[in-house]
């Protein structure tokens, strides 16, 4: 990446913290088989093992973790067998939970993007802990799901927020400054998943990625004080939005401060990237799984919208480029 770019896209992916860099490094050496039998697979093995548990405990999570190729992934281990009539989503999933479950019912949300209620019981509910697109963080603690399972899908959340009390939770590593190319299901009770492989307690195919294991615990175990500053950045940037006449999606809504979305009026989304890009700026329209085809949020229609590294410099660099692109929309 180009030094004199501004990176303002980690919702989609974050860089790699050092120490889990380090780590993966690290791991590089010991490239044995986890699933070997001989010496150096179960020196393999027992480094995935230990791997697992640190995950667990830094996430305060009692119950089983099955490593996958990121959340998508564990997204599908979780929801591709349950039948269609007892599970329930929200419009404003992932793009990776929407593709499977189609024909699953659809929870109302507010203006807020926030679920309204369940209207009748399901086996299980689908919903995002954080939206990938608003920020928005879902009460999940108060949501009415007349003893249907819950499935969080927390991969904004994961490492940022505490877990919710959720039966089934997918988190992907890259969001955290993990390496991207691995993630996890969390899932409290393994009956809930049908077998599908050979590893991971059989429930998923294919080698271990033991080096990409060992970084995602590295980087969980990572404290610091930067949600507390990402909050204070994201204030002076909704300040600065606003100024210039611009709207802050769900700004009335709970928010994560690592993530924000704004509209400006007669503009649009496609214009916006393609005049950031020019500047350096490196922004989304949308998630990182559909935005590359510069089509309308889904997230955004379904609320009733209208189509860590960062400093105060980046921000205040962003709000210009934001103000004059307005200005000349007007």
Known sequence: MAADRLYLD???TTPMAAAAKAAMIDAMDRWANPSSPHADGRAARAALEDARGRIADALGWRGHVIFTSGASEAIALALSHVPAAGLATSPVEHD???RVTPAAERLPVDAQGRVERTPRPFRMIAVQHVNNET???QPLGSLDRSGALLFA???QSAGKLPLPDADMIAISAHKFGGPP???ALLVKDLALLRPSGGQEQGYRAGTENLPAALAMAAALEQRDDWLPRA???RARLDSGIEQAGGEVIASNAPRIATIASYRMPGVSARAQLIQFDL????VSAGSACSSGSLKTSHVLNAM?????????ADVDRFLRHWTRLAERGR
């Open 279 to 282: 500047a350096g700026i490196s």
């Open 181 to 183: 190319g691995i993630g």
């Open 10 to 12: 980690h919702a989609a």
């Open 231 to 233: 909050e204070r950045l």
């Open 96 to 98: 990776s939970v929407l």
């Open 135 to 137: 920020g928005v963080i």
């Open 304 to 312: 009733g919208c209208s189509a860590p590294a960062t400093t105060e």
């Open 153 to 155: 899908d927390c991969a």
